[in-house]
């Protein structure tokens, strides 16, 4: 029972990339950044429960700040536990504002609790052809993918424009290169820790059949990822809820 429990423990804490978990976890080439709109990027902190099966297991928070020369840092933390188990992650993205677009420069990925520690290190050159190194790893080609968690800053955008349909291109937590796509499946009007706050929801299109990834991003805070839910072969693997949210 051990062994199922710390599965399903450690499937709840990916990050909100997916990271959006996490890792939950989106980005789209910079080349398909259309500039005619303006990022949102006003800085914020926005703090989540995390819930197994209706249970309180944890928390996360997501960060955005400006460090300065339009520079800016993303941060997402988690920790969760149950029983003996527990789950402690951070990611943490720096990257540019471009002509308004999103440029990755460093992300930094670390992982600690039950089970193995991770630790990520992944590079961004935009020198000459541009190179992404994943550090004691692989070495790829730029072409404008994003780190883990940074399509959310474009996602944003995105969606205030009206899209309903995208693909992102983006190096994951393992440092392996990957496709998402996103698809805006509704509006909804959720009862969050946070409060009553419309959303719109969006379904996270990946290779895997067997998991279904769901995302919700309020207009009213500049589309913010207010909640995350994730099932594996129909069960609920995790689920992701605003509590707080404040301007910087």
Excluded: C
Aim: proline residues 3%; charged residues 25%.
């Amino acid at each position: 029972m051990s062994k199922n429990f710390q599965n399903l423990v450690m499937q709840t804490t990916k990050p909100l990339g997916l990271s959006f978990l996490l890792a939950i976890s989106l980005n789209v080439a910079a080349s398909q950044t259309d500039s005619t709109a303006q990022l949102p990027l006003q800085p914020y902190k926005a703090t989540y429960t995390a819930y197994k099966w209706g249970d309180d297991v944890g928390e996360a928070n997501i960060e955005l700040s400006e460090l300065g020369n339009q520079q800016y840092s993303l941060i997402y933390t988690s920790k969760v536990s149950k029983f003996f188990l527990s789950d402690k992650r951070s990611e943490h993205s720096i990257f540019t504002i471009d002509d308004n677009t999103v440029v990755p420069s460093e992300y930094y990925y670390n992982r600690s609790g039950t089970g193995p520690d991770k630790e990520l290190k992944v590079t961004f050159s935009h020198q000459g052809e541009g190179k992404i190194s994943v550090e004691n790893g692989d070495t790829f080609e730029w072409n404008g993918e994003f780190d883990n968690q940074i399509y959310r800053i474009d996602l944003a955008k995105r969606l205030a424009q009206g899209e309903t349909s995208l693909d992102y291109n983006f190096v994951n937590y393992r440092g392996e290169l990957r496709h998402y796509g996103v698809q805006v499946v509704d509006e909804e009007v959720l009862s969050l820790p946070y409060g009553k706050i419309e959303t719109v929801k969006v379904k996270l299109i990946r290779e895997s059949k067997t998991r279904e990834t769901f995302a919700w991003f309020a207009p009213s805070l500049n589309y913010t990822l207010v909640r995350l839910q994730q099932f594996k072969e129909g069960d609920e693997q995790g689920d992701i809820k605003l509590r707080s949210f404040e301007m910087q």
